[in-house]
């Protein structure tokens, strides 16, 4: 007879708890971790996080489960969990104490006695995950914080992007250990929590832990435990049997020893689970089946509702369930001790049974909605309609739950229930009398939640449904709202006909009387006409959106239109006189009620003053944007985006360590592919500059993925042509880099973009072989405004002049002093580097060694290998000595070096042969070497006499054969 249903003791695990024990020291010692604890149903997760969390000492444990609901998980089900213990143990007020500023707004979306959440909207999202994240920081400043999520096999999306969120954004330096548990069994190949396991367990911090069955020994042990005996009590022939049958599965083990000894074995796992319910009273049995209706975990007061017992007859029929150890008290609820033994339950009720069941909690919710807390109450609603086959209930709950995953930013969640709508439509007669909203309004607002999901290509097949649905002629502004949508998500996607759509949309929309849609399309198509043929259609467009916003009172849209206006008349030769324009942009943005239009304000201005070359206003107009962000509570979101914009400059002023440690931390968090992409290629920037080309490659390989697909801005795709072609220059590959300078200049117009145009035309003509006519003729027609355009222009006309026999040392001078005074240290060492070889090429040997001496300082600064060794280089060649503290260049002295062994030749007969060797002819060897033909002359001679042979041709096959140079 057994003396309890599951061990007292905890049986083996040693291992595993001293993996977690050493997390949590971390996190005690300011390292935060995560742990993602797996293994199949039954096999002692949730027993392993509770020892655990039994021996935290310090620590404090906050727990929260995931909830299944049919086939999909309830929004935020753990976290939400987690802020109902913390605000029943803190309060309302201790919680508050633990956020920036004080406020409690974003976490109302998750609890309402947390009050009013803010406005709803794009960032309404960003900013709940971050109070959640300052919550859970503010914790971890007090005490050790752990954190844990359990059945996440269950999260759904909501839930999975704030876990996610949590564990890239959380700070290294927290007191968090972070918790979550799922099964392996649950994770085939297309579930959504595989990769999100897969790129989480590429961040800093974040581990696996896997756990395995029981061995044979630990069975025993359990077994002994359970039965309250004493090792080797129970007989060996029956341990055989119960090892064999639950394979060392703690649960399997609980049921097959669940028994009085005089029933057989069940021949089934369902049959196994099922025969401890079995045992219980049939009326505590049919408690049981009503609350398996209910999901896992059911309210105290929901079940006693749905049952129509009171709080005596309940406890009653209760008390055998706990007793026998098949639910377990949780606070306020009940839970089945193990979900399988939930699962097996409901899977076992009849058709017409579950039908039944799920109407009585669907009723008792619509009596009384108070009986669950919203949103949870609305969403669990809408799944008992739905599994009671009720259409019609099932269509108008759908449609109240879409309403409350909004309120609750669980945007996933919203389109789920408005797509369930959309399904059951057809099905319910007069549906848009009984939610009082028509299809179309339905499909427009699923537009809506798939766009603010990320749901993209969704909401295009949404937009695409609904405007087949709409007269155009007879409700234009219907069709111009939908257009709209269908242009912002192309936008966002990089599809085209985005603008046909916005032009489409502004078409139906009469400019009297003037009306806030028409300001909105207005601005919108004024946003997105970048190319410079549209400079006066955008300008005209964007003072009619600001006209009439003032007019309407819009703000929002007011100040978008104010940024579009300023960005596009900013000239980057007049920035002085552009500071006023985006003082006044900061003004209006700040009134606006969105922070979308501050951070596009802080983004355009950044922007801006990087194109004029102004880097060091840059990097402050976007670190004052980082702080922005902080203060609105999207530090670590929007506060990501800037990163491109605070690392562009900073790589500009040769400050690429610092900027590598901004994209660094930026990439960590995962921004959208777009922003990553822009990251990314900065940092391809700076690895080919120190000719670190492996990186290069990996990273130009992932930017170049996301641009060459869709459309994209010449901001995003011309730099990545660029580094292509620095790439393939790199590598040796001139043939092939030529070859895509080529197709560049058939399929493109550059004219258009002149900032973008520049750099690429300057690192195409560098590469051997390249197009120089066609670049030059492009140069030709491209404009050059403000300090950097014409820095470039200058920097191009040199290396023209390097090309064609004109080569200038106070050209290249020039070029140099441009750059120094934009602060490009880079791009001044490369200009110093053509002046010297100027300067040498006409004998101004002191002048050659002063700049080449300054550019070898630059690159040292910069680690800039590859041109340290172009210096290097051309000072070896040209015999010049490099003034001391020049790193790259300090290993070459300008003094003869020592006789070659056997044959006598000098270094410079060596660089002569070498060149020989190579097929170079007279003059194309004093070229090269910055030396007279004649004295080329006398070297070949000297050659020739030390090898002992008669002609080039044997200088050159005697060299081969001794490897009297490198190949």
């Known amino acids: 007879m057994r003396a309890h249903t599951v061990s007292p003791r905890f049986i083996g695990r040693a291992a595993e708890l001293a993996v977690l024990e050493r997390a949590l020291d971390r996190a005690r010692a300011g390292s935060a971790s995560t742990v993602f604890v797996g293994g199949e149903a039954g096999v002692g997760k949730t027993r392993l996080v509770r020892e655990f969390a039994r021996r935290a000492g310090d620590a404090l444990v906050l727990i929260g489960g995931c909830l299944e609901l049919g086939t999909d998980g309830l929004p935020f089900a753990p976290f939400t969990a987690v802020l109902r213990t913390l ?34 909207g794009a960032e309404a999202r960003a900013r709940l995950f971050e109070q959640v994240l300052g919550l859970l920081e503010g914790l971890a400043e007090r005490r050790p914080t752990v954190l844990v999520v359990e059945d996440a096999h269950w999260a759904d999306r909501s839930t999975r992007d704030l876990l996610s969120f949590l564990v890239r954004y959380r700070r290294a330096d927290t007191r968090l250990l972070t918790l979550v548990t799922y099964r392996i069994d649950e994770i085939h190949r297309t579930h959504p929590l595989r990769p999100l396991l897969a790129e989480l367990g590429r961040v800093d911090g974040v581990g696996r832990l896997e756990l395995g069955r029981l061995s044979r020994r630990e069975v025993d042990e359990q077994a002994a435990s359970i039965l309250g005996a004493g090792p080797g009590a129970v007989p060996e022939t029956d341990m055989d049997l119960v090892y064999a049958r639950s394979e060392g599965n703690p649960l399997f083990v609980e049921a097959l020893l669940s028994g009085d000894g005089s029933e057989a074995l069940p021949e089934s796992l369902r049959d196994l689970l099922l025969a401890s319910v079995e045992r219980l009273p049939e009326e505590t049995q049919e408690l049981l089946r009503l609350a398996a209706a209910g ?5 105290h007061a929901m079940l ?21 150890n098949v639910l377990v008290v949780d606070g306020e609820a009940y839970a089945f001790r193990h979900a399988l033994i939930r699962e097996a339950v409901h899977h076992d009720l009849l058709p017409g049974e579950r039908i039944r069941l799920h109407t009585r909690f669907a009723e008792a919710l619509e009596r009384d909605p108070g009986l669950l807390p919203a949103p949870r109450g609305a969403v669990e609603l809408a799944h008992h309609w739905y599994a009671a086959r009720d259409h019609l209930w099932a269509l108008m709950s759908a449609w109240r739950a879409a309403a409350a995953a909004r309120r609750a930013a669980a945007y996933d969640e919203q389109l789920r229930m408005l797509d369930r709508v959309l399904e059951l439509w057809e099905t319910v007669p007069d549906a848009a009398g009984r939610i009082e909203t028509d299809h179309v309004e339905v499909l427009r607002q699923a537009v809506t939640a798939a766009h603010l999901a990320g749901e993209f290509e969704r909401g295009l097949s949404l937009a695409k449904a609904a405007l087949r649905e709409i007269d155009t002629e007879a409700d234009p502004t219907r069709a111009a709202r939908l257009l709209r949508q269908r242009g912002l998500v192309r936008y966002d996607l990089g599809r085209p006909g985005s603008v046909e759509d916005l032009r489409a949309a502004v078409a139906l929309v009469p400019a009297e009387p003037p009306t806030g849609l028409r300001a909105q399309v207005v601005e919108k198509l004024a946003r997105v006409l970048h190319h410079s043929g549209h400079s006066g259609e955008r300008e005209a467009l964007a003072e009619e959106a600001m006209r009439i916003a003032r ?20 000239r980057y030769a007049d920035m002085e006189g552009q500071l006023d324009a985006f003082a006044r942009v900061r003004e209006v943005a700040g009134r606006a009620s969105t922070y979308g239009a501050l951070m596009r304000a802080v983004i355009s201005e950044s922007d801006a003053f990087e194109g004029a070359g102004w880097h060091e206003r840059a990097a402050e107009v976007a670190r004052r944007g980082v702080a922005d962000a902080e203060a609105y509570g999207l530090a670590r979101t929007s506060g990501a985006f800037l990163a491109i914009n605070l690392a562009e400059p900073l790589v500009s002023l040769g400050r690429w360590d610092e900027a590598l440690e901004v994209i660094e931390h930026a990439l960590e968090v995962s921004p959208p592919a777009p922003f990553r992409a822009s990251l990314q290629g900065l940092a391809v920037d700076v690895a080919l500059a120190r000719g670190d080309l492996d990186r290069a490659g990996v990273l130009l390989a992932a930017s170049r993925a996301v641009f060459h697909q869709g459309t994209h801005k010449d901001q995003a795709v011309l730099p990545t042509l660029r580094r292509e072609i620095g790439s393939l220059a790199a590598h040796g590959r001139d043939d092939e880099a030529c070859a895509l300078v080529g197709r560049i200049l058939d399929q493109r117009d550059l004219t258009v973009s002149p900032r973008y145009a520049w750099p690429l035309l300057l690192t195409a003509v560098r590469v051997p072989g390249a197009p120089v006519d066609r670049l030059r003729r492009l140069a030709e027609k491209l404009a050059a405004e403000g300090d950097l355009q014409r820095a470039h222009g200058l920097t191009f006309a040199a290396e023209l002049g390097r090309l064609d026999g004109t080569d200038d040392h106070g050209r290249w001078r020039t070029v140099a002093s441009a750059w120094a005074g934009l602060r490009q240290p880079y791009a001044e060492a490369r200009a110093l580097l053509g002046a010297a070889g100027a300067a040498a090429a006409a004998g101004e040997r002191d002048a050659a060694a002063g700049d080449l001496s300054k550019a070898a300082r630059l690159a040292a600064g910069l680690g800039a290998a590859p041109l340290a060794a172009e210096i290097e280089s051309l000072a070896g060649r040209a015999r010049i000595a490099i003034a001391e503290g020049a790193e790259p260049a300090r290993t070459l002295a300008a003094v003869p070096a020592p006789r070659m062994a056997g044959f006598g030749l000098t270094a410079r007969e060596r660089e002569v042969l070498a060149l020989v060797v190579a097929g170079r002819s007279n003059r194309e060897i004093a070229g090269e070497l910055f030396i007279s033909v004649k004295t080329v002359s006398v070297h070949v001679s000297n050659i020739l006499a030390k090898l002992g042979v008669a002609s080039r041709g044997e200088a050159a096959a005697t060299a081969h054969r001794l490897h009297l140079v490198q190949r």
């Open 551 to 570: 007019q309407v009172g819009d703000t929002d849209t007011e100040a978008h239109a104010l940024i579009t206006l300023t960005c596009g008349g900013c």
């Open 295 to 299: 999901g896992a975990r059911v309210e």
């Open 87 to 120: 605000a029943r143990d803190l309060g309302h007020d201790g919680v508050a104490a633990l956020l920036p500023g004080g406020t409690t707004r974003e976490l109302a979306r998750l609890l309402p006695e947390f009050g009013e959440p803010d406005r709803e």
């Open 304 to 324: 006693a509702a749905v049952a129509g017992a009171g709080e005596a007859e309940l406890s009653r029929l209760l008390r055998p369930a706990v007793a026998g």
